[in-house]
Every structure is written in C-alpha cells, then in structure tokens.
C-alpha cells in the first residue's frame, strides 16, 4: 500500500496529469493471442480496471467486475478504514489516496475506472478518465448536479468511451417484462406514474452541527471535501450521513430516484421534464418546526414532474419520499403489498395498471390475478451475465461493438435520467429560496413554494423562476474544475 499523502488535496493538478497523459488512450499494446500462443490469454482480452472510492458500494463494484474477465489493479480512497475490504480482497492492487495522482502515474496501465465516491465528485473523477481515454462505470446518481450530467453524456460521446451507470436494476428481467406488457397494449397509455420510497434512513432537514471533531487519522478530509466547499471535519458525516447535505449528497431522490424512475423512464421512453413543482415535509425538534436549513435536504417531500409521452401524450409523473405513499389502487387487495413495501412504482394507463418494486423488481399487473393470465411473448432480450460483467465486456469489445450498443445503462440513457431527477431537486431546493420583502429588511418570502417552475430542457434553464438557476451548476471549490 502506498503511504497515504496528507493534505494534498490540490497539489496534483488536472493540467498536469492530462498533458503528461494526452495519449494515454493509445497507452497500452494489444497483443494477439497467436503471438503468445496457446494458453496465454491476451492483454485484450481482460479488462485493468481501477476504482475510485473503494469502500462500501465501492467494494461490491470491484467484487462484481471481478466476477468477469477484469483484473482489479489499482484502488483509490480518501479513507484507509473504507478502503481496507477492498485492499485485503486485492492484494495485487496498488493503492493511491488521490484519483489525480493515480491516474497521472497508471493511465498506461489502466483500460477502465470505476467511480463510488460521494455524489459530489462523481463528474470531476469521470470526466478526468474519460478525458484519458477510459472507460467508465459510475455508481448512481451519475453526477449530483444537472450540468455535470450533460457534460458527462457528451464527453462519452467525444472521447468514445463505453460508459455504465450503477443503477443495476437497469439489466433485470423486471423492466424487461414491464416493457414487453406496455408495447403490447396490456395497459394502454400510461398517463400518470406514481413513484415513492421510504428513504431518507439517514438525518435530514437539520441545521449543520456547530461543533466541530478531529480528524481521524485515517481520513484524507481535505481530499475528501473536494469539489466541496471548504468546512471543518464534523461526527456522523462520513462514511454514510452525507447524503443528506446538498453539498455532498442528493437526498432521498438522488439515492433511490436512479433504482426507481429508470423503469418507468424506459418504459415510457421519457426524455427532459417541462414542468415540476414540490412540497416539502416538516420536522419537530421540541416544539419548534423545521426552521430554515438551506444546507439540508427536507425530511420529506413529494415531487410532480410532466413530461412529453409518446404521441404527444402528457405523462404526469409523482415522487414520494420519507415515507409518504400514494392511494392504493383498488385493484390492490388489502392485504397485498404494494410495490417491495417500502418503494415501489405504479403505472396508471388507460386499460389497466402495473406496479414494480426497487430495481423493476416484482413486476405485476392489476389486480395481480392478471399477471399469470396474459401471456406476452419475449421479445427483449435479458442480461443473464448482470449489469456490471455486462459492462466489463462491451468495454473489452470497444466503443463501436454490438456489446457497447447493447448495454442497459450507458451515458446516453443515463445522463437525460439522472438530469430528469435532479430536477426534482432542483425544485426542492427552489423551494426554501429565500427574497426579502419590499421594506421589512427582517421578513423573506418563499416563492419557489407556490410556483410550478417550466423547463427548457435542451437549454439546461428554468424559464419563470432565474433564481432557481442557481441549482443547475454549481461552483466548485479552488483548484477543482471539470475540465470542459
């Protein structure tokens, strides 16, 4: 294991890695295998693989990918207790702290990366690979803001890299057969979708601790931090209570919106929102109400976005977080579950409905007698390798390969996704935008509470509400840059 470097969170720049590595995409040999002879496997024909954030999902990632023709080589963390999983299971791997350096020292030795860090540096680490040349596979949501998403999607494009997002359920059988029940009629048209979880399982809709804590000696904070401001080390932020800081996570919706809105997505062949408005829930602390925490994701909320169907059909789509449901269909008996219990997804068309559960998982028409009765023929072929063995082998076929074309959850799909979620938050944090009221300095009003916001997808804008712009980009901190 290589020592970890402290505080050197800005000391190996982007400039310099892309330029000693500008063709690194060209940085490795192929070797035939009639050149080696029978029994050597070629270098092509095994994926290098390197991850970035190796612990937690990281470290199920790499176990997957390993599963297949890929050689885990390189791992990279802020945090060697994070980390320690993942180097015992790949003692061969050499180990970096900083992405930057690791990919400034390895890209010759690197086919592809592997990206499980918290949201907020999901799009710098990416787009730094791509930019290199490698294939990329990025744990869900693909970036945490609307603008690293689009980035992200064209840079596939422009570097010709074979690109995966981690929303597994993308390669299930579930919203296959979602799928075939639509495009044979069985619901007719989907108008409204109603979509939900019980997530958050972590704090939200608090005030930011005013204490601070020691670093634990086995944390990189400053790598860690990143492309987020610069803040002192609190308890219970790391390794999972992130999610809830609009600096590093994207709440309830960024967490599960990936697992549950890509059946219907894909269903439906949705593309960019037009419209979206929100509620938000409140919280207790004593006998006071949830006060004004702009850092915070809310406890709650319930989201409405429209979108363009197809035929011209609007589609009204409902997200419900923190444990906020819909009304049971009748069709439902009482004693059944809905969805997988605590999430799920039902479709409401205009002959009937159908419902999954997280992934596309448990697909059911109504009532669910019907789901043994119709009989549709296959005619979508299924993943039986998985999402990320799936990935390892387009990216050893190469960005023009029928495997590539063939994938479950490239950028292409990924990207307008993940863009039509953070839409959702886009509106939640609209939500608490605060304006002072003309003459009453100490008084503010909301106006993001009463105002569905429009949409010009192409164009990445809200076009009624310009303050709520402010949550399509954000700005990262000093020495950190996406590099577009």
């Known amino acids: 294991?290589?020592?970890?470097?402290?505080?050197?969170?800005?000391?190996?720049?982007?400039?310099?890695?892309?330029?000693?590595?500008?063709?690194?995409?060209?940085?490795?040999?192929?070797?035939?295998?009639?050149?080696?002879?029978?029994?050597?496997?070629?270098?092509?024909?095994?994926?290098?693989?390197?991850?970035?954030?190796?612990?937690?999902?990281?470290?199920?990632d790499l176990t997957g990918f390993s599963e297949g023709p890929a050689d885990i080589n390189f791992l990279c963390d802020v945090d060697t207790r994070r980390a320690a999983d993942a180097v015992k299971k790949f003692p061969k791997a050499k180990f970096y702290t900083d992405f930057r350096e690791m990919l400034e020292k390895e890209h010759k030795n690197i086919d592809a990366v592997s990206v499980s860090t918290?949201?907020?540096?999901?799009?710098?680490?990416?787009?730094?690979?791509?930019?290199?040349?490698?294939?990329?596979y990025?744990?869900?949501?693909?970036?945490?803001?609307?603008?690293?998403?689009?980035?992200?999607?064209?840079?596939?494009?422009?570097?010709?890299?074979?690109?995966?997002?981690?929303?597994?359920?993308?390669?299930?059988?579930g919203v296959r057969q979602l799928m075939e029940w639509y495009n044979a009629g069985i619901i007719g048209d989907v108008h409204t979708v109603y979509v939900w979880t019980d997530r958050p399982v972590w704090p939200q809709g608090i005030?930011?601790?005013?204490?601070?804590?020691?670093?634990?000696?086995?944390?990189?904070?400053?790598?860690?931090?990143?492309?987020?401001?610069?803040?002192?080390?609190?308890?219970?932020?790391?390794p999972f209570n992130w999610r809830g800081w609009w600096d590093y996570g994207t709440g309830a919706l960024g967490d599960m919106g990936c697992h549950?809105?890509?059946?219907?997505?894909?269903v439906l062949g949705l593309g960019y929102p037009t419209s979206v408005e929100c509620s938000v829930g409140s919280v207790y602390v004593g006998e006071f109400k949830r006060g004004y925490f702009p850092d915070s994701?809310?406890?709650?909320?319930?989201?409405?976005?429209?979108?363009?169907?197809?035929?011209?059909?609007?589609?009204?789509?409902?997200?419900?977080?923190?444990?906020?449901?819909?009304?049971?269909?009748?069709?439902?008996?009482?004693?059944?579950?809905?969805?997988?219990?605590?999430?799920?997804?039902?479709?409401i068309g205009t002959k009937g409905k159908m419902m999954c559960g997280t992934y596309g998982m448990y697909p059911t028409l109504l009532p669910t007698s019907r789901t043994k009765e119709v009989n549709v023929p296959q005619t979508i072929a299924r993943v039986p390798e998985g999402h990320y063995v799936q990935w390892v082998n387009a990216a050893i076929?190469?960005?023009?390969?029928?495997?590539?074309?063939?994938?479950?959850?490239?950028?292409?799909?990924?990207?307008?996704?993940?863009?039509?979620?953070?839409?959702?938050?886009?509106?939640?944090?609209?939500?608490?935008?605060?304006?002072?009221?003309?003459?009453k300095p100490d008084a503010f009003d909301y106006p993001g509470r009463y105002l569905k916001l429009l949409w010009?997808?192409?164009?990445?804008?809200?076009?009624?509400?310009?303050a709520a712009n402010q949550f399509v980009k954000r700005k990262y901190r000093d020495g950190w840059s996406l590099g577009v």
């Open 397 to 439: 076929a190469g960005h023009n390969s029928a495997k590539h074309k063939a994938l479950s959850s490239p950028f292409d799909i990924a990207g307008p996704l993940t863009e039509s979620i953070l839409m959702g938050n886009l509106a939640i944090r609209s939500y608490d935008v605060r304006t002072p009221k003309p003459n």
């Open 260 to 266: 549950l809105i890509e059946p219907p997505f894909r």
């Open 207 to 238: 005030a930011w601790p005013n204490t601070s804590a020691p670093v634990p000696k086995e944390l990189n904070w400053d790598l860690w931090l990143g492309t987020a401001p610069k803040k002192d080390y609190v308890d219970n932020l790391v």
């Open 456 to 466: 010009d997808g192409p164009n990445m804008k809200i076009t009624n509400f310009d």
């Open 297 to 347: 994701c809310p406890p709650s909320s319930h989201v409405i976005m429209k979108f363009p169907g197809k035929n011209g059909k609007e589609v009204t789509m409902h997200w419900m977080d923190g444990g906020i449901q819909p009304e049971r269909p009748e069709e439902l008996a009482p004693n059944e579950r809905m969805g997988d219990g605590g999430n799920g997804v039902i479709f």
């Open 1 to 60: 294991m290589a020592p970890e470097k402290k505080n050197e969170g800005n000391q190996v720049s982007r400039r310099s890695f892309l330029r000693n590595g500008a063709l690194a995409a060209a940085g490795f040999m192929i070797v035939p295998r009639h050149v080696l002879g029978r029994g050597f496997t070629a270098p092509s024909d095994r994926l290098r693989v390197a991850g970035i954030g190796v612990g937690g999902k990281g470290y199920s």
């Open 118 to 136: 918290p949201d907020h540096q999901h799009a710098v680490a990416a787009m730094a690979a791509m930019q290199l040349g490698k294939h990329v």
């Open 138 to 173: 990025v744990q869900k949501p693909l970036t945490h803001d609307i603008y690293e998403a689009r980035m992200l999607t064209e840079a596939a494009k422009r570097y010709k890299v074979v690109t995966q997002m981690g929303n597994q359920g993308a390669s299930g059988d």
